[in-house]
């Protein structure tokens, strides 16, 4: 069964870090660029950073760009979210997805863990 | 950056047909993919590449792509469907969401 599962979420108070991972299981991991996809109380779903399947090319949006660090280690077929410097605003359930397509960058994406709460609160 | 901009709700009968739009400037040129997601649940794709539905996905749903405006089709509703979609596309490697869209089924 492909699987993905995320952990690390909490409670962080803001200008402090948080470190996310994403263990996956049932497919090829380093195969394909993984993403992160956060959906804050009451919000839609917004895209965070991805990574290519050998890490290559990494992105991220501009409201985590030079805080937040995206990695991967395809030996343990884990993805990672290095949160610094957190804000109020970056409270929110963080997901781990896959893109359906092998080495692309800029498929859909077709697996989704159930995500990892994060609250950043003083 | 690239904005996408969805109807806050759309509310259909069952039986009827529903349309989520998702409008961008030229999403034509682009690929669009669109994801249910169900309260408390995982968004799952239902729409990739503009009309192509993943294994699973019924045929009632589908998808076009023309100009400023994408669309997702919900043929003979049912009570199921209830949920929030979002469109999505990528823009120089920087994944965008629209806001979403609440069908309602009344």
């Known amino acids: 069964e492909v699987q993905l599962v995320e952990s690390g979420g909490g409670l962080a108070q803001p200008g402090r870090s948080l470190r996310l991972s994403c263990a996956a299981s049932?497919?090829?991991?380093?195969?394909?660029?993984m993403h992160w996809v956060r959906q804050g109380p009451g919000k839609g779903l917004e895209w965070v950073s991805g990574?290519?399947?050998?890490?290559?090319?990494?992105a991220y949006a501009d409201s985590v760009k030079g805080r937040f660090t995206i990695s991967r280690d395809n030996a343990k077929n884990s993805l990672y979210l290095e949160m610094n410097s957190l804000r109020n605003e970056d409270t929110a359930l963080y997901y781990c997805?896959?893109?359906?397509?092998?080495?692309?960058?800029?498929?859909?994406?077709?697996?989704w863990g159930q995500g990892t709460a994060v609250t950043v609160s003083s | 950056s690239y904005v996408l901009t969805q109807p806050p709700s759309v509310s259909v009968a069952p039986g009827e047909t529903a349309r989520i739009t998702c409008e961008g400037k030229?999403?034509?040129?682009?690929?669009v993919h669109w994801f249910q997601q169900r309260p408390g649940q995982a968004p799952i794709l239902v729409i990739h590449?503009?009309?192509d539905r993943p294994s699973g996905i019924p045929e009632r749903l589908s998808g076009s792509n023309s100009g400023n405006t994408a669309t997702l089709t919900i043929s003979r509703v049912e009570a199921g469907d209830e949920a929030d979609y979002y469109c999505?596309?990528?823009?120089?490697?920087?994944?965008?969401f629209g806001g979403g869209t609440k069908l309602a089924v009344l």
């Open positions: 030229n999403i034509g040129t682009k690929s």
């Open positions: 990574i290519t399947w050998e890490s290559g090319s990494i």
């Open positions: 999505q596309v990528w823009d120089s490697d920087v994944g965008v």
């Open positions: 049932g497919f090829a991991f380093d195969d394909y660029a």
């Open positions: 997805t896959k893109e359906m397509d092998a080495y692309t960058l800029g498929a859909a994406f077709d697996i």
């Open positions: 590449y503009d009309r």
